[in-house]
């Protein structure tokens, strides 16, 4: 499969050459077209078919072979290179995809250098050569932004890859080791108790005769120490039968536990609940374990060996329920800030499905950066069932910090693809300005930059953006009517409109919510540019038909046409929109769900392990450290020589089954958990 994914796009790219040039003057029977052309010809196409094999092996040697091969066909005719250019863009979209932005920053400007070069020797120093080294300089960074944005991508993926391979390793060794701690434990607190009884009851049966006063000192050591071997293991079975896996467990213990689990993959959790002895459980609790579980995955994720701290508040009064899950960001990589993906994460689906668990209850909830820049916080306020607030709608607005996060969220952090696509939306106009009228391009550089300025933030702000675009795009018919521009600069000015609202539509159906709240898009996107475009042939002379009678209507008539047509092409870029967000937050969901169900197995694992041993314990361990106290204080020196005796084989026979470990080449149980399928 790889294979084929590395020479499906240069064969396909080298057949429609191919087809494009020798092939249509052969068949046109170009006479310009020799023996010598032809060879040369299919020797550049195999070239450059093998050196894009290559782009994601060696994606530097890939480009400046291509760009090498390029330059060599310069004796041929000009079509003979036309749909060859496109391997500059795949391999440096490699080289942006797959080599660290030092890489990148140095090959891009070459091959720009070395396109510049050719241009000039093909098309003649002069304005038409200048125009397209600056088409191409926009091509290269446009096509450097979108790798980039797909090498963080594919950083993230991998990571998660990481997280949940740790995960499952942890998993996988979560019931072995807690078998070795508590083996260490049960020795610790018993195994030389009961030895010790052992040894002096058979001391003061055989030295009974004489000395008879050792008999009394057995009985009342063998009594105090079983009592203290009896009390400590009680203890232990309580401990070991309360667990996070257990939903009625206290909220505390449920929180320690899961932060012991992600402790194990690098992070660094506080937990501090108060009051600590209130017995939080129920639907609050669940909630609340569930939130705090989701900042954990996204901590971890986002800011990966992070000091995170878990702070738990409940109400006593009212049954309210106050959870802080804040992060320092410090091993994120973004030194005094917080990284621009994560910036994102208030849209994503982590933080929904918070959301919607505090909402469903009557709370509310706000994530985002810190008021210090210095990490991420999560606050959410869960009523109780007694509380006013848990009787009130579940739709309540983002509070403080989140309202902090989505202005911070707009000024911070801007993408190098999104930098990329404003400055080609901003250019296109100019470049037909250029070629059409070069003595307008001042007065069109502000209506372009105006209307591509707003695409900088399409990731943060999608729909202020879409509603900039559709401003701006009035610049044209505006100027056109106050005599400032021609009708060609206005007419390249709204064609580079368009473009830009095509970018924004898909924004919106990308990065501004489900696909069931952002579709109203599409017809809004046609009906600014069809008024926009009425506006333009006002402009252009139609007011003065409207005058003379008939005009009015028509233009309606026009508008209405228009702005169908444009209905198809604003759907299009919608739904593209929508399938890429869908298809990112289903593969993030799957990513997230995965890691905390192997967590959480772990941790569930750990507790039936605990449970395992704490049956075993009561059945045969504490049976005969309660019989050793019985017999003591009985009188039978004997019979606590016997039950010590006992319980200590059943001591040891557990400590054996505890200690056993699992012979080379075999491969530990492995119990099942729920693992989504992505799709």
């Known amino acids: 499969m790889e294979r084929i994914r590395n020479w499906l796009l240069p064969v396909l790219t080298a057949a429609l050459q191919l087809a494009y040039w020798p092939g249509r003057a052969l068949r046109e029977d170009d006479p310009a077209v020799g023996a010598v052309q032809l060879v040369a010809a299919l020797t550049a196409a195999a070239a450059l078919t093998a050196a894009l094999a290559a782009r994601r092996r060696r994606p530097v040697a890939a480009a400046l072979a291509v760009e090498a091969v390029l330059i060599a066909c310069l004796p041929l005719p000009q079509d003979a290179t036309l749909v060859h250019a496109l391997g500059v863009l795949i391999a440096l979209y490699s080289v942006a995809v797959r080599c660290p932005g030092r890489t990148a920053a140095v090959v891009g400007p070459v091959l720009a250098v070395c396109e510049a070069g050719r241009s000039v020797l093909v098309l003649e120093p002069g304005v038409e050569a200048a125009g397209e080294a600056a088409v191409n300089c926009v091509l290269f960074l446009t096509v450097v932004g979108l790798g980039r944005s797909r090498r963080r991508w594919l ?102 536990e899961l932060s012991a689990g992600f402790a194990r993959l690098g992070l660094h959790p506080a937990v501090r609940v108060a009051p600590e002895a209130a017995p939080l459980t129920g639907p609050t609790a669940e909630a609340a374990f569930a939130i705090v579980r989701e900042a954990l995955t996204n901590a971890l994720r986002y800011a990966p060996g992070s000091t995170v701290r878990i702070h738990i508040l409940a109400g006593t009064a009212d049954g309210t329920v106050d959870v802080t899950v804040e992060d320092d960001g410090a091993a994120g990589g973004v030194p005094g800030g917080v990284p621009a993906a994560r910036q994102r994460l208030g849209g994503g689906r982590g933080t929904v499905g918070m959301r919607e668990r505090a909402t469903a209850l009557g709370g509310t909830l706000a994530a985002g950066p810190r008021p210090d820049g210095a990490g991420w916080a999560v606050r959410a306020h869960l009523p109780g069932a007694t509380s006013p607030l848990h009787r009130q709608s579940a739709h309540h607005g983002p509070g403080p910090l989140h309202q902090r996060a989505l202005r911070h969220r707009a000024l911070r ?76 600069v206005a007419l390249c000015l709204f064609v580079a409109g368009a473009v830009a609202e095509c970018v924004a539509v898909y924004a919106v159906g990308a990065f501004a919510g489900p696909a069931g709240v952002t579709w109203p898009v599409i017809g809004a996107a046609a009906a600014g540019l069809s008024l926009s475009c009425l506006a333009l042939a006002a402009a252009d002379g139609m007011a003065q038909l409207a005058e003379d009678g008939g005009g009015v209507g028509l233009l309606l008539f026009l508008g209405a046409v228009v702005g169908v047509a444009f209905l198809p092409p604003m759907a299009a870029f919608w739904g593209l929109g929508a399938a890429v967000r869908t298809r990112r937050e289903r593969v993030r969901a799957w990513e997230d769900h995965a890691l905390t169900a192997t967590v959480w197995s772990a941790v569930a694992e750990a507790h039936e392990e605990r449970r395992r041993i704490a049956v075993e314990l009561r059945g045969q361990v504490l049976r005969h450290a309660d019989a050793v106290v019985a017999r003591a204080e009985a009188g039978d020196l004997g019979g606590v020589a016997t039950e010590a005796r006992a319980g200590l084989s059943a001591m040891r026979e557990l400590l054996a089954a505890l200690r056993e470990v699992t012979a080379p080449g075999d491969v530990p149980e492995q119990r099942p958990h729920p693992q989504p399928v992505p799709s």
């Open 155 to 256: 950083a993230g993926r991998r990571t998660a890859a990481r997280d949940l391979a740790r995960a499952e390793s942890e998993r996988a060794r979560a019931a072995l080791t807690e078998r070795e701690r508590l083996a260490r434990e049960l020795h610790d607190v018993s195994a030389h108790h009961l030895t010790s009884v052992v040894v002096t009851a058979d001391a003061a049966l055989r030295l009974g005769d004489r000395k008879p006063e050792l008999s009394a000192q057995a009985l009342e050591f063998a009594a105090d120490t079983g009592r203290e071997t009896s009390a400590a293991l009680h203890r232990l079975v309580a401990l070991m039968r309360t667990s996070a896996a257990d939903e009625e467990s206290p909220l505390g213990e449920r929180v320690a």
């Open 413 to 488: 952090g801007l993408d190098l693809s999104d930098g990329a696509v404003a400055l080609a939306v901003a250019t296109l106009p100019v470049f037909a300005v250029v070629v059409e009228e070069p003595a307008a391009v001042a007065l069109a550089c502000g209506p372009a930059v105006a209307h591509a300025l707003g695409l900088l933030w399409r990731r943060r702000a999608p729909w202020a953006v879409l509603c900039a675009v559709l401003a701006t795009a009035w610049l044209a018919p505006l100027g056109l009517a106050f005599g400032l521009l021609s009708p060609d």
